[in-house]
């Protein structure tokens, strides 16, 4: 306690020396002076440079970070479309060679039945032509 009672009098005391010498205790504790206008420009002037720094600092990073998440998801998006169309063409491949295997089989068969009618129709004839072999099958009982 006694030093905190101690300090609060060296002002009280500093005071009263300072008045004993001829000068007024008011003299002592003038007011700080109010900074001038050029000072305020200057002040509002350095604030408004720290602010646009700061915030040009974060915005190139927005936008770093943006760009790479834009290059990221366009890989990503780009890869999942080649291997969409390799398996897409895979099937379509598939797809097209079973279809043209089922369409070269149907055109076997049409083709199989029609010649196979076509002999029927041709031994029928044949049978009526005399001296073909179908004539002469056709003699016999």
């Known amino acids: 306690m006694k030093n905190t009672a ?3 009098l060296l002002p009280a005391a500093l005071a ?3 008045a004993s010498i ?3 205790a008011a003299a002592q504790t003038q007011p700080a002076a109010e900074p001038t206008t050029v000072q305020k420009v200057e002040n509002a002037g350095e604030k408004a440079w720290d602010a646009t720094k700061s915030g040009t600092k974060k915005a190139v ?3 770093e970070s943006g760009a790479e998440k834009a ?3 366009t890989k990503k998006t780009t890869k999942k479309a080649w291997n969409a169309t390799k398996s897409g063409t895979k099937k ?3 797809a097209t060679g079973n279809a043209a295997g089922k369409a070269g089989t149907a055109v076997s068969n049409t083709a199989t039945a029609a010649g196979d009618k076509t002999r029927q ?3 029928k004839i044949g049978e009526k032509i005399p001296g073909t072999p ?3 099958a056709a003699k016999k009982p």
Do not use: C, F, K
Request: glycine share 12%; hydrophobic share 40%; no cysteine.
């Open 71 to 73: 290059w990221d998801g």
């Open 92 to 94: 379509a491949t598939h």
């Open 16 to 18: 009263l020396a300072l």
């Open 61 to 63: 990073s927005a936008t």
């Open 6 to 8: 101690s300090i609060r």
């Open 134 to 136: 179908q004539n002469e």
């Open 22 to 24: 001829g000068l007024p």
């Open 121 to 123: 129709v041709g031994d």
